[in-house]
């Protein structure tokens, strides 16, 4: 689409027109960790078609690592979102809050992306005082108030290419270029600690914990997971199976590394709470192949071209899955109506996910073990 002095698109019968190409663009998407690493298209798509503006971005404090120096952005803008959560019960801190969406304003932005679709995100954008603040029509929350051109969204379109009809109605050609990207500091920080822990290079990262009780698998299927398809990892060069998790989900890990001790056979590091979310993504980067649930790092590995296998239970993986990788998952869900959020009812989704089996998820690591990206 040529870009002109006039630039405009028809989205599902709605044109939207800005008066000239932007030269200050803010994407608004703070969380969570995975939502994060799949909104990357989304600078990419803006980088490629105003080369010339500054592309900043909104992310919340403690994700900020994911997406720190990425080539396609300008400014990653810090959000503490947990310091400002009570702002109503500290003066100090609403007077810090006040100042943050003052600064936010200072930006002088004359176009704004809201991918969140939350009230927070809403309020960013409204704060900017943008003449352009592009959010998705019917947001959750009333954070479509924030926008001033509203973008209908395909119920059944995955997240990222909801995400991008967005800059689409812009006049930014969607890019779906997932690539990350690994921090210099992230790289030097999982460097050290694998020298430490002494994990060789090929190694099988889990991604086993999450913080919905319902994504969660059966604890003993991890391990009989692994005690069943040792012989293939081994084969394939295999010997060390790192777990990953943030800070405070160790008694989700720590049983599941014990009992994979005593039955698979492979040397265990439980890496929990023990790497930044930088370092996160170095490691995820250097995995022979990762099997995770619906969590972040599955998002880490299909934007770094890691081979995974993923575990979905109550959400979809055509919507909600690794982008453009569904048929590397295994979906207890199948074949069941599904509330959008059935996975918050812990008894629900631990129902949903106790339908996938050992079986179904073994097949798919054999077979991703014998394509040529993983073959040692």
Not at 21 to 42: E, Y
Not at 58 to 81: S, T, Y
Not at 250 to 257: G, L, M, S, V
């Amino acid at each position: 689409m040529p870009l002109g002095i006039a630039l405009s698109t028809t989205i599902l019968g709605v044109t939207l027109r800005m008066r000239s190409k932007p030269r200050r663009i803010l994407i608004v998407r703070p969380s969570a960790l995975g939502d994060v690493c799949r909104t990357v298209p989304l600078a990419w798509s803006l980088r490629e078609a105003f080369p010339k503006a500054t592309v900043d971005w909104v992310v919340e404090d403690r994700w900020m690592g994911a997406v720190q120096g990425h080539p396609a952005v300008d400014r990653i803008i810090e959000f503490p979102k947990r310091e400002f959560r009570r702002w109503w019960r500290s003066v100090p801190v609403a007077v810090r809050a006040l100042q943050w969406f003052t600064k936010l304003r200072r930006g002088r932005y004359d176009l704004v992306i809201d991918a969140q679709g939350l009230a927070r995100s809403g309020l960013m954008a409204l704060a900017t005082g943008a003449a352009t603040r592009v959010g998705h029509q019917g947001s959750r929350e009333f954070a479509w108030l924030g926008a001033n051109r509203r973008v209908p969204r395909h119920p059944d379109a995955h997240v990222v290419d909801a995400m991008l009809e967005l800059v689409t109605a812009v006049g930014a050609p969607a890019r779906a270029d997932m690539r990350l990207e690994v921090s210099v500091a992230g790289q030097r920080e999982w460097q050290t600690a694998r020298e430490r822990a002494a994990i060789r290079p090929r190694m099988l990262l889990l991604a086993t914990t999450n913080g919905w009780e319902g994504k969660r698998w059966i604890d003993e299927r991890w391990g009989a997971l692994l005690h069943g398809t040792r012989a293939e990892l081994l084969a394939s060069g295999v010997h060390d199976v790192v777990l990953t998790g943030a800070p405070g989900e160790e008694p989700q890990t720590a049983p599941i590394a014990e009992l994979l001790r005593q039955i698979s056979g492979l040397r265990i590091h439980d890496m929990t709470g023990r790497l930044s979310v930088a370092a996160t993504v170095a490691a995820v980067r250097d995995a022979a192949l990762l099997i995770g649930l619906d969590s972040a790092p599955i998002h880490m590995a299909a934007g770094l071209g890691t081979p995974f296998v993923g575990l979905y239970g109550a959400t979809r993986p055509l919507i909600d899955g690794p982008y453009g990788g569904a048929e590397w998952c295994v979906h207890g869900g199948e074949g069941l109506e599904l509330d959008l959020h059935a996975h918050r009812d812990a008894g629900r989704g631990a129902s949903v996910m106790e339908r996938i089996s050992v079986e179904a998820v073994a097949a798919l690591v054999r077979r991703r073990l014998q394509s040529a990206e993983v073959a040692a």
